[in-house]
């Protein structure tokens, strides 16, 4: 069956009233690779059905293709593909689903030929690694950095300071000696540019301790055993971060992406900060439970206490900084955070293989200075959805279960919303301003001109989803 061919049974484009064809008619199967709290909110949502088996789509897409005689398009350019999916049977058999959440591992294996349905949803982009790999992340911002300032003047180019100085190891490292003579005395920070968790990351002061590394990690151009090296990024160490309690935090927010082209974001209005279990101090830059506030670091300190942890929720990070600076400058601070949001999305939009079965939720790791300067640590595609105790597992469950929500394969909503439980729509082809107002997060009560921002305001998602669904049902009534 050729491309754009109508299929019985599914209406297709953007005209038609249920895009999302049978599925309104019955129960959406599932498919998750993951055994965490997204395992839990896909099996506790009702009318949904857990598809037996494991990640064999890949059987599937032949299987499919057996029945039809046709062979199974690439989704890459986004488009209806083909078929009439087994789905169509009422079988839920393996390979037969709606929605996956699958690991990036199976997407980058079985991305380029497989085909999916008009109404099928997955998680990642294929390329998803252009903004949560840490080199390419960095090379693509300094690529919009520049093309900016070519095109829109160097003021411009300001807004894109929210990155430390980072250079690419080995293939940069001529530069970053240069860069390094220029600054003597300042910290630098080592990170593997694929790894997480705070793994392989160090800090250094001299060039010499970074030789010796450079000596063990990259064997001769002679030795017969020599690996490719593993790339690494060196970043200016941020030497004057925001202290809490005399401890450094960084905060995780989440965003979700459900389109590239246009550019669709939602910014989800809980997180937390995740603290050092350690009272900060550049005295010792070789200790990690000082100077890395991962999690995963963090509760191997010895004096790590799993019951207090070592979170906050952003709501009272907000309200701690509003207490202390005042609303104004706790506004402006979280404005940088949209900031970060938007022109790092933008640096890899064109670059990014659209498809808009795909959607993807990143964990963005932002850093404060001393002077509320939000700095962009790190992206990741896959943020961790295991909970360290009852009231992150609230946190991620409702995250989840609200990106369900604004997925909404159930078609209950009339897709012009521009909140859904706890996310709010930041951006659709341009800045959303927000015209319900927050009283919380805009004392002065006036609602022109306000971003549709509120990482950090209450997060009230039960209630506002029972409004919004009544309304929802009586427009679509009407
Ligand atoms: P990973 O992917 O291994 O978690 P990150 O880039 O997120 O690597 O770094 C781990 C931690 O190290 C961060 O959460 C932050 O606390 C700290 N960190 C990383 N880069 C910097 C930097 N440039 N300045 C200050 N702290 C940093």
Redesign the pocket.
Known sequence: MSKGTKVPGYMQGKGSRNPRGIIGDREIRYKCSLQNTILDVLRGRPGWQEVPGQNNVQQNVQTNAKQQGTTPQSSKSGQQTSGQPSSNTGKAGDGDWDFYWCDREWLAQNYDTMFLYEHQKILHFRNHYELTR?NLMVKNLKRLKKQTEREQGKAEGLSFEFF?T?YELPSEYHIFVEEFKKNPGI???M??AA???????F?FRRLKDITDWKKGEYQPLSDPNREVPETY?V?????N?YLIGGR???VRVYVLVVSYNPLKVWLYRSGFA?F?NTRFSLDSIED?YV????V??QKNAPDYDPDKGCKWSTQQLRKYLAAKHGVEAVKKAFKGIDNIIIKSLQSVQKIIINDKHCFEMYGY?V?FDSDLKP?L??I?ASPSLTASGKEDYDLKFGLLNDLLNVLDLENRLTGKEKRIGGWDLLWEDGPILADDGNMECTPNGTTASIPNSFLGCHNDRKRQLRELYTAAQSIKKS
Do not use: C, M
């Open positions: 840490k430390p980072t910290i630098w920070i990170k593997p790894r997480a968790q705070g793994r392989g990351i800090l990024v970043q200016r160490y941020i030497e971060p450094k935090f960084d995740r050092s990690t100077h890395l506030t991962n995963a670091v790791d850093l700095w640590i790190e990741n």
